[in-house]
Structures are given as structure tokens and as C-alpha cells.
């Protein structure tokens, strides 16, 4: 079965440091895709950042990067120089394409920056 | 990526009757998706709309507690019907699009909202 495991409940940073929010999951397809979405407490899910199974490299968008490790079935979110903005829940969450793309998220872990 | 918008974006509700929420999105997309987010919890699909065919429901959800329309490529509706407590949670549509930079892969955009409270 698909399965998306998120085991920190929450995390807290200092502002302009760099965390890192876990993320593993379970398939058998070779073929997925994995996603983080930031949800701030306005509730509205914003799409961060995508990595396909079969990319080589680690994605990154601005100060989001993916840290992925196959074999291990991780995705890890590392976000840089974190702001005070960047305090919400992150979800993380897997597609199979090919047939249609639903996600399953994860249990979601909430960031909080301070300053 | 598409713009996405919900009406309404909150409501408080008697228990025993329904909502209609509207979906609508700026550019025509094939697949629409329909999640629920019960309070402190994380998002789970509750069926996926593809214009000019019958919603396909994810287990637990049934058509006649959550029917869904999609008479166009670019609109979509979720009713919740004979409401309880038990259903106030966000619910947010999502459409597929192709994400504006990277590799150009397909994801999901979500529109804002709306928020179900059941008294």
C-alpha cells in the first residue's frame, strides 16, 4: 500500500537558520512523484516543490530543496535561511501518473520560526 | 499555474441540511479533485471529477452524501448533503497543471478553501 510517513509532530527554527522536515514513503511503483505543500493558518495549500522517481538530481526551487534519497524511500524538505513567514504546517505527499493523480499526504508537521 | 477560486469561503451550518461549494478555475483542465481536511488533520481525497462522466468516489465517500457536478472544463461543484457535525472540515478543491518552472512536471493546484462548521 501507498503510504506517506511524517514523524515530527512539529519543529521549531531560529529565523535565517535552515531546517530540515522529514518525510519517508512507501511504494511499489517505480514510477511516482513526490510533493511539499506549505498550508498557513489561512488553510489555503501551497505547492512548493515536486521530484520525480526517476530524476537524478535533487529538486530545488529558490529556498526549498528536496533531499532525495531513493533507496531509502526519503524526501526530506530543507528550507534556508528561514523567515518568520515560513511558520505553517508542510505537508508532504505522492502521486503514481499514468493512471489519475491523486495524492496521498502525510500527517503534515508544523514549522515554527522564531525570531 | 491556475488560478483557482471557492465560493463560498466559510460557512456555518444547521445540522440536516446541505452546502453547495463552487470550484471555479481560470483555464480549462481535465481532472478536478475534491479533498477534506477534518480539523488538525491532514488532506484526504474524496473523489475525482472529470467533465462529461460520473465522479470517481474514494472509499469511505458515496455519492449521495457527497455529490459532485463537472458540466464543464473549468467548473465544479461538491455538495455536502444531510450534514452533521461530524463534516465540518476545510474543503478544498485542487485541479492538475504544469508547474511553471523546473521540468515542467504535472501538479496539484489548490484553490483556497472553504471552510464547514456543523452546528
Known amino acids: 500500500a501507498q503510504k506517506i510517513t511524517q514523524t515530527q509532530p512539529g519543529m521549531f527554527v531560529q529565523e535565517k537558520e535552515a531546517v530540515t522536515l522529514d518525510c519517508t514513503y512507501d511504494t511499489s511503483d517505480p514510477s511516482y512523484g513526490l510533493f511539499w505543500y506549505k498550508q498557513p493558518s489561512s488553510g489555503e495549500m501551497i505547492f512548493l516543490i515536486y521530484?520525480?522517481?526517476?530524476?537524478?538530481q535533487n529538486a530545488t526551487e529558490g529556498r526549498y530543496s528536496l533531499n532525495f534519497q531513493k533507496a531509502r524511500k526519503s524526501a526530506n524538505l530543507v528550507i534556508s535561511a528561514s523567515q518568520l513567514g515560513d511558520s505553517a504546517m508542510y505537508f508532504c505527499?505522492?502521486?503514481?501518473?499514468?493512471?489519475?493523480?491523486?495524492?496521498?499526504f502525510g500527517a503534515g508537521t508544523r514549522l515554527a520560526v522564531h525570531p | 499555474s491556475a488560478v483557482i477560486s471557492q465560493k463560498p469561503s466559510r460557512d456555518i451550518c444547521q445540522r440536516g441540511t446541505s452546502l453547495t461549494i463552487q470550484c471555479q478555475v481560470d483555464?480549462?483542465?481535465?481532472?478536478m479533485f475534491w479533498y477534506r481536511q477534518q480539523p488538525g488533520q491532514s488532506l484526504t481525497l474524496i473523489a475525482t471529477a472529470n467533465q462529461g462522466s460520473e465522479a470517481t468516489y474514494e472509499s469511505g465517500f458515496v455519492i449521495d452524501k457527497f455529490p459532485i457536478s463537472r458540466p464543464n472544463l473549468t467548473f465544479s461543484t461538491l455538495t455536502v448533503s444531510n450534514m452533521s457535525p461530524e463534516d465540518s472540515s476545510i474543503y478544498l478543491c485542487?485541479?492538475?497543471?504544469?508547474?511553471?518552472?523546473?521540468?515542467?512536471?504535472?501538479?496539484?493546484?489548490f484553490g483556497p478553501g472553504t471552510r464547514l462548521l456543523v452546528l
Open positions: 505527499a505522492m502521486n503514481h501518473p499514468g493512471g489519475y493523480n491523486k495524492l496521498i
Open positions: 485542487s485541479v492538475e497543471d504544469v508547474v511553471t518552472s523546473g521540468q515542467g512536471r504535472e501538479t496539484q493546484y
Open positions: 521530484q520525480g522517481s526517476y530524476d537524478q
Open positions: 483555464s480549462q483542465v481535465t481532472m
